[in-house]
């Protein structure tokens, strides 16, 4: 059964770079509607040439065509990347894939990712490796690029070139070896591995620059234009999903249930597990949560943005890799709760908002140790996300990635000590 | 690119830890494990029974080592997490099978013989 499901994944593997190549093109038409004229190229160079720190939204800088062409672009070149390096599409590329195309909407661009991509090349180069190996790890990486933006901003005329090019090769170079370290530290619980080790680099680079007298600080900016486009982008891309997911053979609840028994602790590769049908599938429903609960908060005033697409995209991406409906949303309640309960932090504020959705990195949690479990790591998620973002001067675009990591060490070794060890024969 | 025994060896040390839980889980009374250097790269051949009413878990075991595709990337990230603790699982499983360069399973009654390589 399962022999014939990967053999069945291998030979779809093309459908899914169809699929991918189809969402680049879906946001390339959202594109040219929302800003159908040179307007959309000037805000793509202004977005490019822009701060990225957390929380920038590009369409706000750019517009909204702006941004969803520069994610349409960072997705096309990622795709790239993963082809030319002939790796698999599995789940965890369309993870990295999906959170490329989304941080594209929060922070990345071509132009501030690319020095680290290359820093990451010469990673490899130095280890006498394949750079193949390292793809996902640089990708994921390029969380860090808000600091390359900062520098291309910051720092005078003549040096600014140099100045950006040297801090993305310095984290591309370092990145690998950390965050390879940092999934001993949390043993896959969180599935924003790299968010982690960005955050440790981060904080470490964010120090030594605080010490030559450069301080990290972002300026906020949030759109509340584009909501009904945004809606129409999102709902095809689940819909698309879960039809792809229908059509390639997942009809039923009995065929989809087998997602829900995996825990999601890492490496919990949906695609490898269970085939694309469930997974597509998966990846429409989980999305499907958050942009539910976002619909939800409509009446609040919450409009969908540059930043909430890419949580949108970050959940649907890893709906192939750790994240399904039973483990998610123990873990956002707890969230929901702590917001609620919390008196600093609104339910509709933007920082709040991000963590609701991107805590769904700690799900691995309620899928091995139960949902009451979740709750808890996501409650202490929002607590403690609250206190991170400083620490590296708002320059790692995965900062719940980073401050899930802390949960992870907060809690596991707690959770390892009061839960019963599994009965065995 | 260079030979990387080293790296093989840790790498193969996790295969096996892995392992040893999976096949005591599934009931075995008794493991034969014998780890071959060879001029490419290491080879494990195991040999172990399992309880009757685990043979679905075995044959899961199976196709998980020997899967269709095989994504380095994938790996080079997470590959220190196999056989590090106790809750063994498919997806535990599934990245072995995705370390491993070659595989081979034979699954009589109510024994499983396995073949691994892992080159350098």
Sequence with gaps: ?425 | MKKRMHMARRRMNHVVSELNHAMLLAGCRELNLRLVREEEGLRLHIRGGFAPENRAMVERMAALLQPAVRDPALVETYWELAGEDQYTSDSEMSLVGQMLDGAQVEIGPGEVRMELYLAF
């Design chain 1, 1 to 425: 059964m399962v022999e014939e499901t990967t053999r069945r994944g291998a030979r779809l593997e093309n459908h899914l770079e169809w699929m991918l190549l189809a969402l680049a093109g879906l946001l390339l038409l959202c594109a040219v509607i929302a800003q159908p004229n040179a307007s959309l190229l000037t805000g793509l160079w202004r977005i490019q040439t822009s701060e990225a720190g957390l929380i920038t939204d590009p369409m706000a800088i750019g517009g909204v065509g702006a941004a969803l062409l520069n994610a349409a672009l960072v997705l096309l070149l990622s795709l790239l990347l993963i082809r030319r390096m002939k790796l698999p599409i599995t789940g965890a590329a369309l993870a990295c894939l999906f959170l490329m195309a989304g941080f594209a909407l929060l922070g990345k661009n071509l132009l501030n990712i690319t020095p680290i991509v290359i820093g990451g090349w010469l990673h490899a180069l130095y280890k006498r490796e394949s750079f193949a190996r390292y793809v996902y790890l640089i990708l994921y990486g390029t969380c860090l690029s808000p600091m390359v933006s900062f520098l291309l901003v910051r720092v005078r005329p003549g040096f600014r070139w140099l100045a950006m090019s040297l801090c993305g090769l310095v984290i591309g170079f370092l990145l690998p070896a950390i965050a390879r370290y940092t999934t001993r530290v949390h043993q896959g619980y969180n599935l924003y591995n790299v968010g982690f080790a960005a955050g440790i680099l981060g904080l470490g680079l964010a120090s030594f620059f605080k010490g030559f007298g450069v301080e990290f600080t972002s300026h906020d900016s949030w759109s509340r234009e584009g909501h009904l486009l945004l809606c129409g982008l999102m709902t095809a891309l689940l819909g698309g999903l879960l039809a792809a997911g229908i059509r390639l053979g997942c009809r039923s609840w009995r065929d989809y249930r087998r997602v829900l028994r995996h825990s999601g602790r890492a490496v919990a590769d949906f695609i490898l597990l269970d085939g694309p049908a469930r997974t597509l599938v998966n990846m429409a429903l989980v999305g499907g949560v958050g942009f539910a609960y976002l619909l939800a908060l409509y009446p609040l005033g919450v409009r969908l943005n540059g930043p909430l697409v890419c949580c949108l995209f970050a959940m649907t991406g890893f709906g192939a890799f750790g994240k399904h409906p039973r483990n998610v949303l123990p873990v956002m309640a707890g969230a929901v709760m702590a917001s609620l309960l919390m008196i600093q932090v609104p339910i509709t504020s933007p920082g709040v908002l991000l963590a609701t959705l991107l805590c769904t990195c700690l799900a691995p949690i309620a899928g091995q140790f139960g949902w009451h479990w979740g709750v808890a790591a996501g409650f202490a998620h929002m607590t403690i996300v609250q206190n991170t973002g400083f620490l590296h001067g708002g320059m790692n675009l995965y900062n719940n990635g980073f401050a899930a990591g802390l949960v992870c060490i907060l809690m596991i070794p707690i959770i390892e000590a009061v839960t019963p060890e599994p009965s065995e024969e």
